[in-house]
């Protein structure tokens, strides 16, 4: 049995070390905002359980066993925003807080009725992939908005920041999931982008909320 603790340990470590594959002690610390004493303790025990690879002073490595246990428990977390979302009718900038509470409950039934109900979901409500029963998990492959080009039409897919802070920035510029944007110029001097979609004929969007947006460009939809 893994503690709640432990589970969301292995979440921290699946999602820092997701483009790398690996991630050092230092970095999970913060991240955690936990003693790196006591990171490092955590993780001799998940090393034990064979969840981790731990070497003194080398970065550390999720196991196969671990990349599945921490993939269910990121199935849980974005299964439960969707239905939060679809089902309950909470906005997308407001799940994440009670997510993080029902990731933790263990009846797998539970889980699987919200996905059966929900309709077999593959993404969740930030457009992140939810992973399958076995833990595994695909990556779509999506471009963010401030590698796209002037002149380009692209559709929103997903966000990789989903703080509310954020998300709520969104909302009031009516910016949602499936939305086509349409650039029309970028600022050479600080890559700002001019945008048009829905009802905005113009719209400026600074290089921080661009790097921030995937999109997939016109011709993948």
């Not at 690996?22 to 303790?41: A, G, H, P, Q």
């Not at 905005?200 to 921030?212: A, D, Q």
Request: glycine letters at 6%; a neutral charge; hydrophobic letters at 35%.
């Amino acid at each position: 049995m893994i503690s709640l603790t432990e589970e969301n340990y292995l979440k921290e470590l699946f999602n820092l070390s997701s483009e790398s594959g690996e991630v050092n002690v230092n970095e999970l610390s913060k991240r955690l905002e936990i003693k790196m004493s006591t990171v490092t303790s955590m993780m001799k025990k998940l090393a034990e359980k064979e969840l981790v690879h731990y070497e003194s002073y080398k970065p550390l490595k999720l196991t196969e066993k671990g990349k599945i246990e921490a993939g269910l428990i990121i199935r849980k977390h974005r299964l439960t925003e969707m239905f939060l979302v679809e089902k309950m009718g909470f906005g997308w900038e407001d799940v994440h807080e009670i997510a993080e509470q029902i990731e933790h409950i263990q009846s797998v039934g539970f889980f699987e009725k919200m996905d059966e109900q929900l309709g077999y979901p593959t993404i969740d409500p930030h457009g992140s992939p939810i992973p399958d029963k076995n833990g595994k998990i695909v990556w779509p492959t999506y471009s963010k908005l401030s590698e796209c080009k002037a002149g380009e039409t692209v559709r929103l897919s997903a966000v990789i920041n989903t703080s509310s802070e954020f998300l709520k920035f969104l909302n009031v510029r009516e910016m949602k999931l499936g939305l086509k944007i349409k650039i029309k110029s970028i600022e050479i001097f600080d890559k700002s982008m001019e945008v048009s979609y829905g009802k905005k004929p113009s719209e400026t969007l600074s290089n921080i909320v661009c790097e921030r947006l995937l999109v997939e460009k016109e011709g993948r939809f």
